[in-house]
T-cell receptor, first 112, second 116 residues
Framework: DVKVTQSSRYLVKRTGEKVFLECVQD?????MFWYRQDPGLGLRLIYFSYDVKMKEKGDIPEGYSVSREKKERFSLILESASTNQTSMYLC???????????FGPGTRLTVL | QKEVEQNSGPLSVPEGAIASLNCTYS??????FFWYRQYSGKSPELIMS????GDKEDGRFTAQLNKASQYVSLLIRDSQPSDSATYLC????????????????FGKGTKLSVIP
């Protein structure tokens, strides 16, 4: 079974703080993704990575950066958290041959 | 703008009935189609993948694809209260090269309620 884990289920941060969200997958997948999910807006892609040290912007990259130093780990960074970044953050991974994406449990981030 | 459209619902069906969830997509070259189930407060879980026109059955679930009509559906037979969730349709709408080929475009989901 594909296993995608995320560092925290719930996180509360203050405006202006630097926030790190980590995602780890154990299936040797090449591709990893960060989404945020908000009521009424659905899933929106922030960034994705198709290889170590490679990254591509998704639909809403502003205010975020990512890091992929190892194949199994993909980090999302909020350089200076703002209240409009309060959301559910979901990490996903997929292998090279398939378009099926598998999600981690999600991190519900609240920025006060 | 590449889009995936779903009726937001809620769709209410009695226990034991067939639930029918529908999805349309805008990109004619799309090749891969997925249904995810998402319980409240949880992350999406992949339940069906379909790549060819026609029906694909897995237990109580049947996915149906019609590429000419740009339409994909999910049927849930013998619906159970445990099927109550939001169902997300996802489509790979990119060409087979470039950044778009990696991405899935998700619909906003249809909320299903199965009434005991």
């Amino acid at each position: 079974d594909v296993k995608v884990t995320q560092s925290s289920r719930y996180l509360v941060k203050r405006t202006g703080e630097k926030v790190f969200l980590e995602c780890v997958q154990d299936m040797d997948h090449e591709n990893m993704f960060w989404y945020r999910q908000d009521p009424g807006l659905g899933l929106r892609l922030i960034y994705f990575s198709y290889d170590v040290k490679m990254k591509e912007k998704g639909d809403i990259p502003e205010g975020y950066s990512v890091s992929r130093e190892k194949k199994e780990r993909f980090s999302l960074i909020l350089e200076s958290a703002s209240t409009n970044q309060t959301s559910m953050y979901l990490c996903a991974s997929r292998g090279h041959q398939s378009h099926e994406q598998f999600f981690g449990p999600g991190t519900r981030l609240t920025v006060l | 703008q590449k889009e995936v459209e779903q009726n937001s619902g809620p769709l209410s069906v009695p226990e034991g009935a067939i639930a029918s969830l529908n999805c349309t997509y805008s990109d004619r070259v799309s090749q891969s189609f997925f249904w995810y189930r998402q319980y409240s407060g949880k992350s999406p879980e992949l339940i069906m993948s379909i790549y060819s026109n026609g029906d694909k059955e897995d237990g109580r679930f049947t996915a149906q694809l019609n590429k000419a009509s740009q339409y994909v559906s999910l049927l849930i037979r013998d619906s159970q209260p445990s099927d109550s969730a939001t169902y997300l349709c996802a489509v790979n709408m990119g060409a087979y090269s470039g950044a778009g080929s990696y991405q899935l475009t998700f619909g906003k989901g249809t909320k299903l309620s199965v009434i005991p």
